[in-house]
């Protein structure tokens, strides 16, 4: 009996302690979006940047970017109807409302009711989260340019990963918090 009731003790105490130790911060996939890919969303928005993950703007920014893809920041992004159709559906569907994903839920809560950010570098969160890092890292680096620029930082952004470790700055290297 007492042995019996060691063990059933001493199982709960690792779950305990297992669980402890895979606390939020910790938790493998807190960085990575899960946002299904679209072929034709990667086809026509990863022209000029990273095919970005829809997760990471609200449902209401998607609709005015995909309304003015012919004023699009400095260029004329401008589809067909039909592909614009397509792609805002694909939009709407994993925009960041949609996503039970730990960083989507951190840049839409950071984001103001009355505010439509048609930047996900300009979301509060998306501050905040590279407000430590030096200006000379990014925009007077050749390689870099602009914070729009994920891809070139975080090496696995195509994958949707934004973790800490795989993060590499041209020229700078590794991140170190
Ligand atoms: C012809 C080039 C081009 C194409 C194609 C294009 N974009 Fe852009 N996009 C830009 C430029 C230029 C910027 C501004 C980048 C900068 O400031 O460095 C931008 C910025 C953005 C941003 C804001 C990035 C940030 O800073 O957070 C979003 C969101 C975006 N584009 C979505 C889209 C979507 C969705 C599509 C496909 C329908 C698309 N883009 C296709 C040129 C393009
Ligand atoms: C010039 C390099 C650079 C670019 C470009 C860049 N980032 Fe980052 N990003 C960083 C660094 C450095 C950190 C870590 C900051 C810290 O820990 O203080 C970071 C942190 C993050 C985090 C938080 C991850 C965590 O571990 O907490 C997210 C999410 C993120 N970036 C998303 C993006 C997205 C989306 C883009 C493009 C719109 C982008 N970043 C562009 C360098 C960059």
Redesign the pocket.
């Known amino acids: 009996m007492f042995n019996r009731y060691r063990l059933i003790s001493g199982l709960a105490l690792g779950l305990f302690f297992s669980a402890a130790f895979l606390s939020a911060d910790e938790y493998p996939g807190k ?1 990575k979006l899960n946002s299904a890919s679209n072929p034709l969303y990667e086809e026509e928005c990863s022209a000029c940047h990273l095919a ?1 993950p829809p997760a ?1 703007l609200p449902q209401r920014s998607w609709q005015v970017i995909m309304d003015n893809l012919d004023k699009h920041f400095s260029e004329n992004a401008e589809v067909d109807d039909k592909t614009a159709a397509e792609l805002g559906r694909y939009l709407q569907q994993y925009a960041a409302e949609k996503s039970r994903d730990y ?1 989507a839920q951190k840049f839409l809560r950071s984001i103001a009711n009355n505010d439509t950010p048609l930047r ?2 300009k979301v509060p969160y ?1 501050l905040k ?2 407000h ?2 030096p200006q000379r ?2 925009k007077n680096n050749p390689k ?1 340019k602009s ?4 891809e ?3 090496q696995q952004a195509t994958q949707g990963n ?3 470790e795989q ?1 590499n ?1 041209p020229g700078f290297g590794a ?1 170190e ?1």
């Open positions: 960085y970005y990471l960083l996900i570098s998306f989260e590279h430590e890092m890292m990014y870099v914070l729009s620029q994920c070139t930082c975080h934004y973790h800490e993060i700055i991140w918090d």
